[in-house]
């Protein structure tokens, strides 16, 4: 038996730590943190020693791209009499993609209304002046939209967008890491930016289910399971349809269906490992399924890297145990 001390690279899950779902309000003391996805959180992940941060991506309706975790008001803006009722007087509902952005920035985020709404040229500003340079990349950016609110698949601009915002912004095209749970987005964006970094995000799922109101017998459209199949048709779509120049080298599961077997996948294709944790509390048992992966990666050379609601004690609960194996 040897014991491995192993220190992976961590990611701040929307900057510091999710503060808005339910759960969390719940288990943490969310009084006491930045509210997700706005620049003091972004600062504070660094601050508590995030090697880089992961945001959501989202656009409004006058198509400026901010960071937030998606365009569903009530998910966000709580207690604001403006979407005490979910559709307009028209029968529309209230999006937050439908809304010219000055409206949003009025608004206040978080479960106690104490956030600013950030841009997300204002966030790449922050990462560019905060990172650490430790990881391979600055920031990981999952590429969302309209994911999550019931809407089909975007037609218009929002990639572009994106696209046009990162390339203007203040960190280097290849520090950015884009995800997402539809592969068509990261296709897509193969070709805007093909020199910045991508990594496929699957669901806890076992099942594949649609994404969106349309295209939802479609793979490339749907929240994947993480398992050998799945990760071969995304690998093969990448290969047939992805730009040439642009490289699919990471897999983002959800940290409870790593599995050593899904190690040796990723380990016999190459390509690194991203997690993250739904609904994260860090248990003792949690951290120590932390420390196990982290050692089976180190083993299997697999690079690792993990986001978390809880930087600071992550750091903390991997530096100062070893791990027999």
């Not at 943190?33 to 706005?38: C, K």
Request: glycine share 8%; net charge neutral.
């Amino acid at each position: 038996m040897t014991i491995t001390k192993v220190q992976p690279i961590i990611g701040g899950h929307r900057g510091v730590g999710c503060t808005d779902h339910v759960f969390y309000a719940k288990c943490r003391n969310i009084s006491a943190l930045p509210v997700e996805n706005t620049v003091a959180s972004i600062k504070d992940a660094f601050v508590k020693g995030a090697d880089y941060v992961e945001t959501d991506a989202v656009m409004s309706g006058d198509k400026v791209v901010f960071a937030l975790h998606n365009v569903v008001p009530g998910d966000h803006f709580f207690k604001h009499p403006f979407f005490l009722r979910p559709d307009n007087a028209d029968g529309s509902r209230k999006l937050l993609n439908l809304m010219p952005f000055k409206d949003i920035a009025l608004l206040k985020t978080g479960r106690l209304q104490t956030g600013s709404v950030s841009t997300l040229a204002e966030v790449l500003g922050t990462v560019a002046a905060k990172d650490p340079k430790t990881a391979d990349w600055g920031i990981n950016v999952e590429i969302k939209g309209v994911q999550g609110s019931g809407q089909p698949y975007e037609v218009n601009d929002y990639l572009t967008q994106l696209a046009e915002t990162v390339k203007a912004g203040d960190v280097p095209v290849r520090r950015v890491l884009f995800s997402s749970f539809s592969l068509e987005n990261l296709i897509r964006m193969s070709y805007l930016l093909p020199n910045a970094k991508y990594g496929m995000l699957f669901a806890e799922e076992n099942k594949p289910r649609g994404i969106y109101t349309d295209h939802q017998d479609d793979p490339t459209y749907q929240y994947l399971p993480f398992d050998e199949k799945h990760i071969e048709l995304v690998l093969a779509e990448w290969r047939a349809r992805a730009s040439a120049r642009a490289r699919l080298g990471y897999l983002h599961p959800e940290v409870r269906t790593v599995t050593p077997e899904m190690v040796g996948v990723a380990a016999k294709n190459g390509l690194g490992v991203n997690t993250w944790g739904l609904f994260e509390e860090l248990t003792t048992d949690r951290k120590q399924q932390y420390r196990e992966l982290a050692a089976l990666c180190e083993e299997k050379g697999v690079k690792l890297t993990m986001i978390t609601d809880y930087v600071g004690e992550m750091k903390t609960a991997l530096s100062l145990s070893g791990v027999q194996h």
